[in-house]
């Protein structure tokens, strides 16, 4: 029995030792991390003793804080250092009142501490280390820099083609997305913003505003805090692959009090569709319109609203002709409608928390790209996704229960998810396509398409069977748990989009302008539609997997129609 005891009591002994020197470790370690974070060189003057020469060991706990130094004897530490300690335990003789005398308060203990570290650690002596340099104007683009400007605001000069990048924003990245779009001009805003036009802001500021570093290039200058860092943007030539081209929109009949309604115009013999688009594109207008040898500038508005199109073949004629007909072709520039670009968060936190909440790949990403340019405000997220935030969902990076936006992307189901947001925008997609949509989605980003083998792989038919039941339960649950609903559904909102984005901006109770309504048509499509060539495949449902879906969709039907609703859209599937 004493044999055990005695053991025991032995492990004991050796496991306070054990913890002894691991506290002393730590202690040393967190010291020397200090020591180095200081890097402040020591005064000119011969070199200070070493640390076993000047000062007890005592004083290594001193340096951290840890024992009282009234208790401790220091006979070599010299007479500075010892005013340096003295002046740590001492009040001063005039406090300063205020931030601005506590900052410097504080900034002399720091600098008596680091002083005091290397005195101890007996570092050569040196002038102190040079801080960060300035950033400077990019190498690559330093002839095309303009200068450093202020532009923030609702009034904004630059507003056309909007992006962030949190990591890899440089300043040719941000010249070739404006060179795209035919822009004059590129504006870098804290380090990580691009914004693009055709004029320079009005105000312009010193050079030292615009002093944040580019996310993903060192040492170069993209603006600051409400700065824009302006560069020049090179045209890129006619023929350039990565230059967007001007889309023909159709014939259309003048509107009643004829061109009086288009704000700017060019008259020239022979006028061509490149010289209109090219004259419209520099000053910002997202249309160009030609009637016979005439060429007018123009947005969308509810008197030319480009909805009742007429056959092109009366475009066709002779210019005489046509302008007797009042008859115009119109085009769609390069550039971008600005008129509903300009979005910021909500000025006061929201009463009502509204959730924008559907299943994986039901175009939750687009209708909130919808809902932002209709309403002026971001949308949230419950997650975080960088690529979003750099597309320009500012909102992305904002806590989802903030309450500074107009919505919150969801794609939560469950009681306790649910009752948290007071009502809701269910947005429903046809199961068929949200699920080949997300399949897409995980196996190549937002942009991109799934290759052969992963629709071969036994991945797709697992994935079928999990997601097709969680696109049932995510109806279900809620139209059971949801407070105020609002059901939209993907195929209505592509179909008719102004009716259903206006009952969605009066759900949210937001009031809007038609011009701004026109504007978010205009640019409906946003970043995040896939591009390219879609791989040809086979139909990727097999009769099982279509059996399983048209079942779900049968029970959401029924639910809807249970809940007060109009049910599914004829095309979801066989009634």
Known sequence: MARPFFRLQTLLRRTQVLLFLLTAAYLMTGSLLLLQRAR?????GPRAPGPLQALPVAAVAL??????????????????????????????????????????????????????????MGDPQGPP??????PRPAASSQDMYVGCFSDGGRDRTLKGAVFFDLRKMTVSHCQDACAERSYAYAGLEAGAECYCGNRLPVTSVGPEACNHECKGEKGSVCGGVGRLSVYRVEELPPGSRKRRT???????????NGTHTFPDSLAQANATVDACSGFCSQKEFPLAILRGWECY?????????LRDAVDSALCGQEPKAQRLAEYCAVYQTPVQDTRCTDRRFLPTKAKVFVALSSFPGAGNTWARHLIEHATGFYTGSYYFDGTLYNKGFKGEKDHWRSRRTICVKTHESGRREIEMFDSAILLIRNPYRSLVAEFNRKCAGHLG????????????????????AWWSSHVLDWLRFGKRLLVVHYEELRHSLLPTLREMVAFLNVSVSEERLLCVENNKEGSFRRRGRRPHDPEPFTPEMRALIDGYIRTVDKALRDHGGAGLPGEYVPR
């Open 246 to 256: 001007v889309t023909y929109r159709g014939c259309f009949r003048l509107p009643e």
């Open 129 to 134: 280390a040079p801080g960060p340099e300035a």
């Open 63 to 120: 340096g951290v804080g840890l024992l009282d130094s009234r208790a401790l004897q220091a006979p070599r530490v010299s007479p500075e250092l010892l005013l340096g300690v003295d002046m740590l335990r001492r009040p001063p003789a005039r406090p300063r009142p205020g931030p601005r005398g506590l900052r410097n308060r504080n900034s002399e203990l720091r600098q008596l501490r680091r002083r005091w570290f290397q005195h101890f």
């Open 449 to 468: 398409y799934a290759a052969d083998r992963n629709w071969k792989s036994k991945e797709w038919p697992d994935f079928v069977r999990s997601y097709a």
């Open 40 to 44: 402040v060189a020591l005064p000119p």
């Open 297 to 305: 500038c123009a947005y969308p508005t509810p008197q030319f609203n």
